[in-house]
């Protein structure tokens, strides 16, 4: 029996996430008694902070454990709507925010509820690794824009401006960036939107998970942009800035027929989030930002020490990360040089050595749409950083 006859064409050509599989892949060695360290994954190495796991509690002693409304729970709206206000200057009533299992869904409901097959979705590269299947999984085409550590990794208007054609439906981009960590500035933003105000048929998705993890200024949405407020979807969630992950909790602001239609997608996938984390979530939003201003200053300590490590590496080029918590060095001078024998041709190669050979877990450019770079994770504690730093170190001193 040939799989090919049974599994969809789709699923049979679907690239499977490369942090996730770089995660199994340590896990595997770890579990061979391997030291690995593991910088691959996307996920704060805190805890959720406890006043957040009491309301939940509460919120299960309640009685919150049933079924809720698609969109999402009334009170976690009005929470969500109160945060934007008080964070970002947005105004927005509970009937423009939808509540999913991750900001993940978010934009997956955003792109089935939006795309027709052939349509264009704009995407600045590099990207996180599931826009670009789930863009192809509604039938649009990824029209991708490639930016280089040379200018921060970040794309210009008028880059945009090339890019549209009589197909573009959106433009999907993240700020705080993952994979590199850049953060576009109030003046780069304004450029873009007024690109956009040109078409009154093209939208931003403005993927503004990290929003929390900004080290040099403030945060700004590209939908503080007025002319454009009616054309831009915001995304947002409770994963990276309080340490949410594994409560899969994202969540979208946009015009009220999106929202409606992104819903109606919801309802016949997996209809409404967890009830109780709803509730946990909503009083996470309304408290001081105190915890998540925690964590960016340990995250910003980090990304200090490391970068000031990696510098001594010849070769690597570095930019400046300005949020998030990740460092997005082109190693391209490597390649064509070896290792115990094997040559490193490309960023897979790179990224399979280093895990094989000095056990430290990465992930490789190409599957951010950068294939002379790699993604190196700093949430992590310290002591491991500072190991994994000595590894690479010897690492790149050793290829010759």
């Known amino acids: 029996m040939s799989l090919n006859n049974i599994l969809s064409d789709y699923v049979l050509n679907l690239n ?7 995660s199994q892949m340590a896990r595997k060695l770890k579990a061979e008694g391997k030291d690995v360290i593991s910088l691959s994954i996307g996920e704060p190495d805190f805890d959720t902070p406890s006043f957040v796991n009491e309301a939940a509690k509460k919120a299960l002693d ?6 809720t409304p698609v969109p999402g729970l ?18 927005y009533d509970i009937n423009n925010i939808v509540v999913s299992n991750g900001a993940k869904q978010s934009i997956s409901n955003l792109c089935q509820a939006l795309i027709n097959p052939g349509d264009e979705v704009i995407i600045f590269t ?8 789930i863009v192809r999984l509604a039938g649009g085409m990824p029209v991708c824009i490639s930016a280089s550590v040379d200018n921060d990794y970040k794309v210009t208007s008028e880059e945009v401006k090339e890019a549209i054609s009589p197909k573009t439906k959106f433009i999907l981009f993240s700020s705080p960036c993952n ?6 500035t109030k003046a780069e933003l304004k450029g873009i ?4 105000d040109q078409h009154d048929d093209i939208f931003i998705v403005s993927d503004e998970i990290y929003e929390y993890i900004i080290f040099d200024g403030n945060h700004h949405s590209i939908a503080q942009n007025e002319h454009i407020f009616n054309q831009t979807i915001v995304v947002n969630g409770m994963s990276k800035g309080y340490a949410m992950t594994g409560w899969r909790l994202g969540y979208i602001a946009a015009p009220h027929f999106i929202a409606k239609a992104c819903a109606k997608i919801q309802g016949q996938v997996t209809s409404g989030a967890t009830a109780f984390g709803q509730k946990a979530a909503a009083t996470a939003l309304r408290a001081p930002l105190t915890a998540p201003i925690q964590m960016r ?8 020490m490391m970068l000031s490590e990696l510098r001594k590496i010849d070769g690597l080029k570095l930019s400046l990360p300005q949020g998030a918590f990740y460092i997005f060095p082109d190693c391209s001078a490597f390649y064509g040089k070896s290792y115990n024998g094997k040559v490193i041709n490309d960023s897979n190669d790179l990224a399979m050595s280093i895990l094989q050979e000095v056990h430290i877990a990465l992930v490789a450019g190409s599957a951010f749409g950068a294939p002379n770079c790699m993604r190196i994770s700093y949430a992590a504690n310290e002591d491991q950083l500072q190991e994994a730093c000595r590894r690479l170190q010897k690492y790149f001193g050793e290829l010759n």
């Open 74 to 91: 009334v009170d976690f709206r009005h929470a969500i709507v109160d945060k934007l206000k008080r964070d970002n200057d947005l105004e």
């Open 179 to 184: 994979p590199t960590g850049s953060v576009y």
């Open 126 to 133: 590099p990207y996180w690794v599931s826009y670009i299947e």
């Open 16 to 22: 499977e996430s490369a942090t996730l599989k770089m």
């Open 193 to 196: 939107a007024d690109v956009v």
């Open 62 to 67: 309640n009685g919150f454990t049933h079924y």
């Open 297 to 304: 200053d340990v995250f910003l300590k980090r990304r200090d």
